[in-house]
T-cell receptor
Framework: GENVEQHPSTLSVQEGDSAVIKCTYS??????FPWYKQELGKRPQLIID?????GEKKDQRIAVTLNKTAKHFSLHITETQPEDSAVYFC???????????FGQGTRLTINP | SAVISQKPSRDICQRGTSLTIQCQVD?????MFWYRQQPGQSLTLIAT?????????ESGFVIDKFPISRPNLTFSTLTVSNMSPEDSSIYLC?????????FGPGTRLTVL
């Protein structure tokens, strides 16, 4: 079955700098790649997603890139702010937005 | 997106007992899922809750331990049976809507 590896497990950046989180997946049939942000004690919140027919997607300070050949995708956050501090999870699915397989998570800390 | 609620929000249970978690959505949805998030860990799909038929379980999860009901398109329950301390986790329901997946607030279960 699908396996998703996420790196780094922790990331600390200065406020205003950029943060990049990377994920690799094993099943070349995967076609949907969402990213979730989970604040302490809260539910995972969908922040951006990308499908296999698109190489890049951007939403304000957040962007996701997908390299199908290398089977990896990345989350880019620019101009980081303290409220970006959270755990971020990538996921992959071979059935659209169903049966998501999650990465291990990245704890992002924004230092003022 | 759909509004998803779960009951209870948290519970403390004795080993050997069972707990039923409810998930309610404010609109009809085709796809509902149940995930487990162990302390400090990522999310793992338990099963897909199918309306009108038996749930589809992922590897490592069985119906006897995690029976699921889905009586209609707005409601599902997950029962954690014969609990042990290893079942202490957050249990989350999610729904598929508009090609995306959204999570409920979760149920924090502690088994003593």
């Amino acid at each position: 079955g699908e396996n998703v590896e996420q790196h780094p497990s922790t990331l600390s950046v200065q406020e205003g700098d950029s943060a990049v989180i990377k994920c690799t997946y094993s099943d070349s049939a995967s076609n949907y790649f969402p990213w979730y942000k989970q604040e302490l004690g809260k539910r995972p919140q969908l922040i951006i997603d990308i499908r296999s027919n698109v190489g890049e997607k951007k939403d304000q300070r957040i962007a996701v890139t997908l390299n199908k050949t290398a089977k990896h995708f990345s989350l880019h956050i620019t101009e980081t702010q303290p409220e970006d501090s959270a755990v971020y999870f990538c996921a992959a699915s071979i059935e659209g937005a169903q049966k998501l397989v999650f990465g291990q998570g990245t704890r992002l800390t924004i230092n003022p | 997106s759909a509004v998803i609620s779960q009951k209870p929000s948290r519970d403390i249970c004795q080993r050997g007992t069972s707990l039923t978690i409810q998930c309610q959505v404010d609109s009809q949805v085709t796809m509902m899922f149940w995930y487990r998030q162990q302390p400090g860990q990522s999310l793992t799909l338990i099963a897909t809750a199918n309306q009108g038929s038996e749930a589809t379980y992922e590897s490592g999860f069985v119906i006897d331990k995690f029976p699921i009901s889905r009586p209609n398109l707005t409601f599902s329950t997950l029962t954690v049976s014969n609990m042990s301390p290893e079942d202490s986790s957050i249990y989350l329901c999610s729904v598929g809507e508009g090609g995306k997946q959204f999570f409920g607030p979760g149920t924090r279960l502690t088994v003593l």
